[in-house]
């Protein structure tokens, strides 16, 4: 059985920052892929970003240069670290993982809510 617990959300004034955890049930050595994913209302569900077991990460163009992915395997958590916030980056922000073992099944998050308001 695999959980995420997402945490870190919340309000954040524009140009501000955040950082969201994400906190897997299981070793993230399991997952070949991990990743957040988004969704504004209205909108569909998007790539924010990836990072390999490699470590080889892949950002959303709106996101490049502002996010960070990273992931620390001792304590079983990837984390998204997001800076110069806008209020386009307002969404539910969404864990992601395939493990090695079922590598085209995406595993999910409950999300947390990020707002970007002054």
């Known amino acids: 059985q695999v959980q995420f617990v997402e945490s870190g959300g919340g309000l954040a004034q524009p140009g501000g920052s955040l950082r969201l955890s994400c906190a897997a049930s299981?070793?993230?050595?399991?997952?070949?892929?991990m990743g957040w994913y988004r969704q504004a209302p209205g909108k569909q569900r998007e790539l924010v970003a990836t990072?390999?077991?490699?470590?080889?990460?892949n950002y959303a163009a709106s996101v490049k240069g502002r996010f960070t992915i990273s992931r620390a395997n001792a304590e079983n958590t990837v984390y998204l670290q997001m800076n110069s916030l806008n209020p386009e980056d307002t969404a539910v922000y969404y864990c992601?993982?395939?493990?090695?073992?079922?590598?085209?099944?995406?595993?999910w998050g409950q999300g947390t809510q990020v707002t970007v308001s002054s």
């Open positions: 990072i390999t077991s490699i470590d080889t990460t």
């Open positions: 299981r070793s993230i050595t399991s997952f070949w892929l």
């Open positions: 992601n993982g395939r493990l090695r073992a079922q590598p085209g099944y995406n595993y």
